[in-house]
């Protein structure tokens, strides 16, 4: 389905609507009856969703998703400006990284990796034709080799090791260790759009 706004760069790290085109897979048979948009948040009714995105009564990628596939169902401009917002907000709030580190214990996810991403992201032009600022930014990372980068930049520090240098079967060892748990946080976020979000506006 298409639309005819988007998110590209505003001040700082925050993208304005613009144009995109967005196909959701998954899209539920008839989501205009769907009234549990997610466990504690009811709606019936599209000014309801908007109201909750505008409000940022949704924070989670589950339930930005879940309001995502509805919204691409129901085909209206009037979704947006308030889904391109919620999804700025939840990656420029720190949500999107308190869910990253929430699956990685071990080796909490790295917020400079992150920050570069989205960093990237507000740079690449390619990026105007997409709603979903969340996606374009852990595809970015998956895309541009960004975790492994910044394992290397983790066990490169000196207060990582507390002080002391590390051998370099230690380093390398940190190094994967970051790499594999960070790379499974990512893809297990990925899994949430079944088929990437069209970047082909019009």
């Avoid at 990685?104 to 992150?114: G, I, R, V």
């Avoid at 374009?136 to 983790?154: D, F, G, P, S, Y």
């Avoid at 090791?161 to 060892?173: E, L, N, Q, S, V």
């Amino acid at each position: 389905m298409s639309r005819r706004s988007a998110h590209g760069q505003g001040s700082g790290t925050t993208p304005r609507p613009q144009h995109y085109q967005l196909v959701s897979p998954g899209t539920p048979a008839d989501p205009r009856n769907m009234t549990q948009v997610s466990p504690g948040f009811i709606f019936n009714n599209k000014d309801q969703l908007i109201q909750s995105l505008r409000t940022h009564r949704v924070n989670t990628i589950t339930e930005l998703r879940r309001i995502e596939k509805i919204f691409a169902f129901l085909d209206s401009a009037e979704v947006t400006e308030p889904m391109t917002s919620a999804w700025a907000h939840y990656v420029n709030s720190n949500n999107l990284l308190n869910e990253l580190r929430g699956l990685t214990k071990t080796y909490p996810f790295s917020s400079e990796c992150l920050d570069e991403a989205k960093a990237m992201v507000v740079r690449d032009p390619s990026s105007v034709r997409s709603w979903n600022y969340c996606w374009l930014v852990l595809i970015k990372m998956e895309r541009e080799n960004l975790i492994t980068k910044h394992a290397r930049a983790l066990a490169s520090k000196a207060s990582t090791w507390g002080g002391r240098r590390p051998t370099a079967a230690d380093f390398d060892k940190l190094v994967k260790a970051c790499v594999a748990e960070w790379t499974r946080a990512l893809r297990q976020m990925l899994r949430h759009w079944d088929n990437p979000p069209s970047t082909t506006g019009h």
